[in-house]
Nanobody, 122 residues
Framework: VQLQAFGGGLVQAGGFLRLSCAAS????????MGWFRQAPGKEREFVST????????YVGDSVKGRFTISRDNAKNSVYLQMNSLKPEDTAVYYC????????????????WGQGTQVTVSS
């Protein structure tokens, strides 16, 4: 599966963005999807994940209550709604896919998009 993330940009603190990730192929619903982010000088960290059907989701502690993941299998897409953005949310955001159940571990995702930059100004 090939992934392409987009929707990043520059936003003021307290603002919002919606990231999208489009997947190629006809088996999108067989993949659990995740969002991860990487800030300069830091390791890539888990943000959120959704199961193959979208019925189960997990969100990282640092974004809980502010970010929401969703997917539309008919459109081969996964989304990340980001509200109440903070400067510390500044990072490159990546979508990723893995076959099987969801995971919060970067190492368990085999497929990655190219990333989209999110910058939150204070």
């Amino acid at each position: 599966v090939q992934l392409q993330a987009f929707g990043g940009g520059l936003v003021q603190a307290g603002g919002f963005l919606r990231l999208s990730c489009a997947a190629s192929g006809r088996t999108f619903s067989s993949y659990s999807m995740g969002w991860f982010r990487q800030a300069p000088g830091k390791e890539r960290e888990f943000v959120s994940t959704t199961s193959r059907s979208g019925s189960t989701t997990y969100v990282g502690d640092s974004v809980k209550g502010r970010f929401t993941i969703s997917r539309d299998n008919a459109k081969n897409s996964v989304y990340l709604q980001m509200n109440s953005l903070k400067p510390e949310d500044t990072a490159v955001y990546y979508c990723a896919a893995r076959q099987g159940v969801t995971s919060t571990r970067t190492s368990e995702y085999a497929y990655w998009g190219q990333g989209t930059q999110v910058t939150v100004s204070s």
